[in-house]
Every structure is written in structure tokens, then in C-alpha cells.
């Protein structure tokens, strides 16, 4: 460490120029691309893109999941005021599963097939804990309880293929929890479940970040979950962030074009049915080869409002616009603005 | 026969007032094995055919015979033929004698299945001991790791497994001996096992290795980490116990194999040396007085082939337990 003194940090989290970038025959892939954002212990914030887009990758970079001997990971994850970048695989592990945790997308594959959830959860309390065997069994079961499994003292001694989706996903957001991390990485935890269930799950994590004050960071391509939960979002495409901002910003005041494209093409109840969803053009950038300049540039239809070919030549810089939103685009803020007001219209979305 | 509805396939209606239960793998498996009724058949023989090996010193001091007493009387004066029908079987060699020594067939059966299983069994502990560790680490540590563990099965599958065991066997024999482990008998078993090992891992560890090349990339080995697990707990905890229907079925396969293995060895003139006996020594003993005596080939013989059927028979019924969707076609 030569930073002997490091800045007093200003979130509990915070990524800085996160880039993950895997070397493979084909070519460098740029997963994660100079990702910056940060978040306070009780705030949630939303990733949002669409699948490639670097937001699972991102997350696994926070968690030091991404293997250092196929990847190089650059920039810094600052989790109270440690650098998860750079730690040894032993430092690592200690933080893993007691400062931070995390959900993953398929809880039907989570959870070891072949032990009883109990012994899975006091697994975990163990590894972080010398706590006696009756200690990390009533912690246990206290979490069971808090997840909302009913009977959890006989439902303990059940196996993972006893319970349903959404009640494994309740374990598994058990289990993340049970070391009260400050940390907590939900990798798309609603995607695998039911619609109705999805709404329990979500209430259940804010529930209990609330309780336990814990960050979040949330990544998902739901926009719907997002509206619920988030209190930040960042938006990702083409391995970068686009537009960042608090809730209300990006859902009311979206200046990206790419968040003007994601949010038309989410389908609404005042919608006309026989109407068809505005889906943004095009395809979304290999990872290997991505555009140069903007990387949505080529999908982006509004691209003819800014001067010559800036935008598939210079790299537009993510610049705040109003306190707090920041916004990738090489397109004046009035042009931008007047966009998003075309967009918006044509949604028939009543101004908030 | 998509028509025909095996029994085991009904549903069970529990009783009323029955707790549903959760089963673990492995009473899932015991109660489809315990269903299936060759395999239990040939279990019980198989677990007759150890308790004999055990126990034979006992069982042939009961019958008052015994593997390493001459008989003189029971072989004719002129030939050393057996005296008496079916290579002289009476009441005092059930089995009849041995050409030349009037050594009793029966004694030295029992014995010669305590040498076969001891070294099949103890090779095949070996064997799935050394495949599965040497396949976890291979799969596991990727890089460079596997590269060496990977050449060097090659390399071992490449040899010519016969040749190398004739080759070697009074050399290493002789440097078991400079070791330490009894001249004779004991130094050749004791090779037996090593050579049947060393040739034998690679087959399992490949298995093992792609097995684990799989397991690993599951969430629950990814949220284990994520979870904090050490290393350790990773490949013992999470991923080897997705790994037991595979070695367990190519143990069971192995033994058979090994047991026949040793016979050939042996008739080759490789095995235990007499006094001893093993089938292969007592296989090859009997070719020279086939057409005179029969039954001193097909005694051995008989029980080698139910030997290695039984167990063939058992790796199947746990490859089926184990895997259920396996046999149904």
C-alpha cells in the first residue's frame, strides 16, 4: 500500500473506475468498464441493463469473485474504507459471508443439494464465528423466523428440495444475512421467481435492510423492481455506466438516450393493447468489439442532433447534469432535454 | 417395454398418520437398492464370500482340512493322480485333492479367495483413493496443476500395462524385499496392489476431474464462496459429495476387474508362489491335468466367474440406485 493516507471516504461504498476486463483468443473483453458509483449503509442502488452489459460482472468485482487468473480487475471497491481490489485471497474470504454477502439469481441451484438447510445456515455462522454448535443453530433458526419460513426449528432439519422457489430464496437471503453484513450484492434475487412471489421477496430484503442497515446493491433488468426499491439507480450498457442518478431522476427526468429507449419499451397498463412495444433498434455491443466513441451510438436515433461524428469517434465523459444525476452523451443538455420530452409524449406518461 | 410397469415405479401411499420426512441421498439410494432383488441376492453373496475369506483358517480347521498338508494317500503312487472320481472327491476332500501333493482343493480355495480379495480390495481402496483425490485437484486447481496430473495420466495410459508388470516384478519384488516387507509371498502381494494401483487411478481421476470441471461452476459451489468457505470446505464439503455416484460405481466396477486381473497375473506367474494359492496360481496349476482331472479347472473357475459376477451385478444395481433415469430406456 503506498496510499498511506487515503482520502477520507465519503460512502460506505464506493466503486471507483471499476474496469474488469477478461483477455481471450478472440480478444479483450471489456466487461466492466470504468464503473464509478457509491452508496451509503441503509441505501439501495439499482443496476439496471440489459444481459451483457457488465452489471453481473460488476457485482462479482465488488464480492472479489472474478478470478484473478482469467481477468484484470482495475480501480478500487472501497468497502469501508478497504480496497476489495488488490486483497489477497485469504483477506477476501474473511470479508465474504461477514461484511459482505450475497443472493444470487437461481435459488433452486443456490443451495447445496445435499445437506439440510440447517446445517447449511450454521455452516455459515461458523466460518465467521466460533460460536458453539447450540449458538449457530438457534441463530439459525432466529433467521428462518425473520425470512418468514414458519416452523423453522422443524423446517431446519429439511432439505433444500422440500421447499418451493421463492421459500429457498428466502433461505438463501437467510443464509447472506445471518453474519449481519454491511454489505449486501443481490444479483437479479427476483428473476428465477414467480410474479407474485418476486413482490414478497423484494419487501422481505428491504425489510430487513432496514433492520440490519445494510447497503444494497441491487442488480436487476426489472425496471418495476427498480421504482420499488432503489434509492439510486445506474444505468448500464455496453460495460459502462450511462446515466446515474437518485430514483425520481432517471424515471422522470432521463436524459440518456438509452434510458429514453429502455423505459419506452417497458410495457404499461395505459398502454392500448393492440399497440406494440417501442423497442430500442438494433442489437446490443459485443463485448470484444465495442463501438467506438458512445458505445450506444449505433442504436441511438438521436444521434444526427450532435455536430459531425462525435459520437462515434470521441468517448462522451459521464458528467453530472443536476446535483447527483450524471449522464453520458455528447448531446447539449437542452437538446437532451428536449428529447426526453419527444420520448416521454409519445409514452402518454403524465409529468410527475 | 414402455407398456410394463415395474413394481418399484408405483406410487407408495404413506400412512395417514405418517410425517413426511426428509431423506437424504443416501437412504434414497439404500431403499431403491434394498428393492432391487438381484442385487440384494448378490450382496448377501458377496458379504458370504468375505466373511469366508475372513474366516477361513476357522472354517477349514471345522472341515479338517488344510491348504498346505500332503496327502499322500489320497494321489495314486505311479502319476500322483488324484485316487477316486472327480479329481477325488470324498468325504475327507470335498473338493478333491490337488495333482502330485494331494493338497486339499477345498482349503485351498478358501485361502486363495482371502489372497484375491485381499488384493482387489485393498488395490481398489487404493485405486478410488488415489483417481479421486489426484481428479479433485486436477479439476479444481486448473493451470498448471492439472497440466502435470493430466501428462502424467497420459503418460501411465500409455504404458503397456502387462509388459511393464512382467517386466518389473522380480526387480521391484526384490526392492519391496530391501524395504523391508517379508521375502516372498508378502512382497508379491503387496506389488500386486501397487502395480494394480498405479495402472488403475488415472481411469477414475479422468472421471473425477470432468465431474469436478462441472461441479464447480454450480451457485452452490459460487454462493459457498461467496459465503466465505475456505478452500478446504469447497472440495471436500461441496464438491466431492456430488462426486460419490461416480466412484462409487467405478469401484464397485473396479473390484470385479482387479480380482480378474490378479487371476491372469497369477496364472501368468506373477502371484503369490506356493505354497499359497490364489485362482489364477490354481487355474494354472489345473490346465496341465485338463483333460485327465476337469473339475480341478472348473472348481476355481466357478467360483472366479460367480466371484466377478456378483459383483459386476452389484455395480450395476448402485449405477441404477444412483442414477435411476440410467436404466429406463
Known amino acids: 500500500m503506498t496510499d498511506l493516507s487515503p482520502a477520507p471516504r465519503r460512502a460506505y461504498i464506493e466503486v471507483e473506475d471499476l474496469s474488469v476486463q477478461f483477455p481471450t483468443e478472440d480478444g479483450l473483453v471489456r466487461a466492466v468498464d470504468g464503473v464509478t458509483f457509491s452508496i451509503d449503509k441503509g441505501q439501495t442502488i439499482a443496476i439496471v441493463g440489459e444481459s451483457g452489459s457488465g452489471k453481473s460482472v460488476t457485482a462479482q468485482a465488488i464480492m472479489g469473485l472474478v478470478n484473478a487468473r482469467t481477468a484484470d480487475v482495475t480501480g478500487h471497491v472501497w468497502v469501508d474504507g478497504q480496497d476489495i481490489v488488490g486483497m489477497t485471497d485469504d483477506e477476501l474470504r474473511k470479508m465474504r459471508g461477514s461484511t459482505m454477502a450475497m443472493i444470487f439469481q437461481d435459488p433452486m441451484s443456490s443451495l447445496h443439494p445435499f445437506y439440510r438447510i440447517g446445517a447449511q445456515l450454521t455452516e455459515a455462522v461458523n466460518v465467521h464465528n466460533k460460536v458453539s454448535k447450540k449458538e449457530a443453530r438457534d441463530r439459525a433458526i432466529e433467521m428462518l423466523q425473520k425470512v418468514g419460513i414458519p416452523s423453522p426449528e422443524k423446517r431446519i432439519e429439511d432439505y433444500p428440495h422440500q421447499f418451493s422457489g421463492g421459500m429457498r430464496q428466502r433461505v438463501m437471503i437467510a443464509m447472506a444475512l445471518i453474519n449481519s453484513p454491511s454489505l449486501l450484492i443481490a444479483d437479479e434475487p427476483t428473476t428465477a421467481l414467480d410474479v407474485t412471489v418476486q413482490a414478497q421477496i423484494m419487501e422481505l430484503i428491504l425489510e430487513l435492510q432496514q433492520e440490519y442497515n445494510t447497503a444494497v446493491v441491487l442488480i436487476t433488468h426489472d425496471l418495476g423492481i427498480v421504482a420499488d426499491a432503489a434509492d439510486q439507480v445506474a444505468v448500464m450498457y455496453g460495460a459502462r455506466v450511462v446515466e446515474s442518478g437518485v430514483i425520481d431522476d432517471i424515471f422522470y427526468k432521463p436524459e440518456m438516450p438509452y434510458t429514453l429507449g429502455l423505459l419506452a419499451s417497458v410495457p404499461r397498463l395505459n398502454q392500448v393493447r393492440a399497440d406494440r412495444l417501442d423497442p430500442i433498434p438494433g442489437n446490443p455491443p459485443s463485448p470484444i468489439r465495442l463501438p467506438s466513441g458512445c458505445v450506444f451510438n449505433p442504436r441511438c436515433v438521436y444521434k444526427d442532433r450532435v455536430e459531425g461524428d462525435l459520437c462515434a469517434t470521441e468517448r462522451p465523459a459521464l458528467l453530472p447534469t443536476d446535483l447527483g444525476h450524471m449522464v453520458r452523451c455528447h448531446m447539449s443538455k437542452e437538446d437532451r432535454e428536449a428529447v426526453a420530452t419527444i420520448a416521454l409524449g409519445t409514452l402518454g406518461r403524465e409529468t410527475a | ?329
Not at chain 2, 220 to 230: C, L, Q, S, T
Request: glycine share 10%; charged share 15%; aromatic share 8%.
Open chain 2, 1 to 329: 417395454m414402455s407398456t410394463s410397469v415395474a413394481p418399484s415405479a408405483l406410487p407408495v401411499v404413506p400412512d395417514e398418520d405418517e410425517e413426511i420426512t426428509g431423506r437424504s441421498l443416501r437412504q434414497i439410494v439404500w431403499s431403491r437398492l434394498r428393492r432391487d432383488k438381484t442385487a440384494m441376492v448378490c450382496l448377501v453373496i458377496l458379504i458370504l464370500l468375505y466373511l469366508i475369506a475372513i474366516f477361513a483358517p476357522f472354517i477349514t480347521s471345522m472341515l479338517g482340512v488344510d491348504p498346505y498338508s500332503f496327502d499322500g494317500e489320497s494321489i495314486s503312487d505311479s502319476g500322483g493322480g488324484p485316487i477316486g472320481a472327480w479329481g477325488g472327491i470324498s468325504s475327507e476332500h470335498p473338493l478333491g485333492v490337488e495333482w502330485g501333493t494331494g493338497r486339499d482343493i477345498l482349503a485351498q480355495l478358501l485361502y486363495g479367495l482371502r489372497i484375491s480379495l485381499l488384493i482387489a480390495t485393498t488395490a481398489t481402496i487404493l485405486t478410488t483413493f488415489l483417481g479421486t483425490t489426484l481428479g479433485i485437484i486436477s479439476g479444481y486447481a486448473g493451470g498448471k496443476t492439472d497440466a502435470i496430473i493430466g501428462r502424467t495420466m497420459d503418460l501411465i495410459l500409455a504404458f503397456p500395462f502387462l509388459l511393464i508388470i512382467l517386466a518389473l516384478s522380480g526387480v521391484l519384488t526384490q526392492r519391496l524385499t530391501q524395504l523391508g516387507v517379508p521375502d516372498g509371498n508378502p512382497s508379491r502381494i503387496l506389488y500386486l496392489i501397487i502395480v494394480l494401483s498405479i495402472f488403475g487411478w488415472p481411469y477414475l481421476a479422468r472421471i473425477v476431474r470432468g465431474q469436478v470441471l462441472s461441479v464447480r461452476e454450480r451457485e452452490f459451489v459460487e454462493a459457498a464462496v461467496a459465503m466465505g468457505a475456505g478452500r478446504p470446505r469447497i472440495l471436500f464439503k461441496e464438491i466431492l459429495p456430488n462426486l460419490w455416484a461416480p466412484i462409487l460405481v467405478y469401484a464397485t466396477l473396479t473390484l470385479p476387474t482387479y480380482i480378474g486381473t490378479e487371476a491372469a497375473l497369477s496364472f501368468l506367474g506373477i502371484g503369490v508362489l506356493p505354497p499359497d494359492t490364489s485362482f489364477g496360481g490354481m487355474l494354472g496349476n489345473s490346465v496341465s491335468y485338463f483333460s485327465v482331472v476337469p473339475s480341478y479347472l472348473f472348481i476355481p473357475g466357478t467360483v472366479l466367474v460367480i466371484l466377478v459376477v456378483t459383483f459386476n451385478l452389484v455395480g450395476d444395481a448402485v449405477r441404477d440406485a444412483l442414477d435411476p433415469r440410467a436404466g429406463r430406456v
